[in-house]
């Protein structure tokens, strides 16, 4: 072997596990950190929520076209949806993994009361009856505000499941 013959096989050995080297860094897992509760933190900051089980409503059921705190229901860019408010408070918003699909949380009801479920608006009875019901990955944009979830249901004490709500709410205030 030549001089050069032997410098070009030290290369490609050395190339070769360059090559392999970053092969394996790129195949490794990132790591995540995870918050309480919840799944591991997304790219983005927000926190990302596994199998949440998720129904469909829409304004021809009994609630109407407003939401609880009496605007219209959207469903637009960020949708309206609807959740018990002790475990996703008034205002959280959230999309749901690998769609553009943005939600808010600005209803609630009486199916949905002691429940993980959010019911998503769909804008009519055949979107609500395509989707049915899900168990999808959310990220949690940002979360609502419990002090506001009360404030909201405060007038409504009349109400047993406001009631179950606000007790909930109370017990777990931070």
């Not at 860094?25 to 309480?36: I, L, Q, R, W």
């Not at 609880?68 to 749901?96: C, K």
Request: one cysteine or more; charged letters at 20%; a positive charge.
């Amino acid at each position: 072997m030549t001089g050069l013959s032997v410098q070009m096989s030290s290369f490609l050995k050395f190339a070769a596990l360059g090559a392999l080297a970053c092969l394996i860094a790129s195949c490794e897992a990132p790591k995540s950190t995870f918050g309480p509760q919840l799944g591991p933190t997304s790219i983005t900051g927000a926190r990302r929520m596994a199998n949440v089980r998720t129904t469909a409503y829409t304004h021809t059921e009994r609630g109407g076209r407003r939401n609880a705190i009496g605007v219209r229901l959207s469903g637009n860019n960020v949708m309206s949806a609807a959740s018990d408010w002790s475990h996703f408070p008034l205002g959280t918003r959230f999309q749901i993994v690998g769609t553009k699909d943005q939600y808010v949380i600005d209803d609630y009801g009486s199916a949905l009361i002691g429940t993980n479920t959010i019911d998503l608006y769909k804008a009519s009875r055949t979107a609500m009856r395509a989707w049915g019901v899900r168990h999808v990955d959310i990220d949690i944009l940002e979360w609502g505000s419990k002090q506001q979830s009360l404030k909201v249901l405060a007038p409504r004490t009349k109400n047993r499941i406001v009631r179950r709500m606000i007790a909930a709410l109370e017990a777990n205030k931070s």
